[in-house]
């Protein structure tokens, strides 16, 4: 184990040691997320450092969308996804560069669209990811289901199908739920 993780929290070290173990590859973080973590490095930053080595760190929120650590890792993702040019209609990318836009398709906001691309990258074994999704509270309310809305209903079991995924652990890649919500 390296001396940054001997001396990090002892939530981390349990994460990493039931990750490498093989017991779980979703794991949630519930708390006080909005706390610093080790003195002035924020919870993002710090999975951010923790994770480095790999291939892709993906941040996903409602609000926000998919977000990435840097540029190269939002454009590998979107290699994987085919939603870069090379994998794109030329004419398509064309008029998007028209409209003043990338030749890229945008990245989904919405929970069902994120989560679909997402769910591809973290079962291909050939990428080593990492998906953090931030305000699970926003995503998965907590309520009957028959109140829920039916995206609700699907980011449910979309979460929930992750967790007993085979393919997605055997591929070694990890799911963090981040809350501020215990319930």
Known sequence: MSTAVQEAPAWVRDL?????????????VVGN???????????????????????????????????????AMRKRFMELCGLAPEGQDD???????AGGGTPEAPLPRDP???LGLLEG?????????????????????????????????????ALQRWARDPAMAAAGNMVILVTGEPS
């Open 33 to 71: 997320v909005s706390d610093y973590v080790v003195p002035g490095v924020g919870l993002r930053t710090y999975l951010t450092r923790v994770f480095s080595r790999r291939d892709l760190i993906v941040f996903y929120d409602r609000s926000a969308g998919l977000q990435f650590p840097v540029e």
């Open 121 to 157: 990258v973290l079962r291909n074994p050939e990428v080593k990811s990492v998906a953090v999704i931030e305000y699970l509270e926003a995503l998965a309310p907590q309520g009957e289901w028959s109140m829920l809305s039916a995206e609700d209903r699907g980011v449910i079991v």
């Open 16 to 28: 990493l040691d039931r990750y490498q173990a093989g017991i779980a590859h979703t794991f949630m």
């Open 91 to 97: 004419v398509l990318a064309a008029l998007r560069v």
């Open 112 to 114: 069902l669209g994120a």
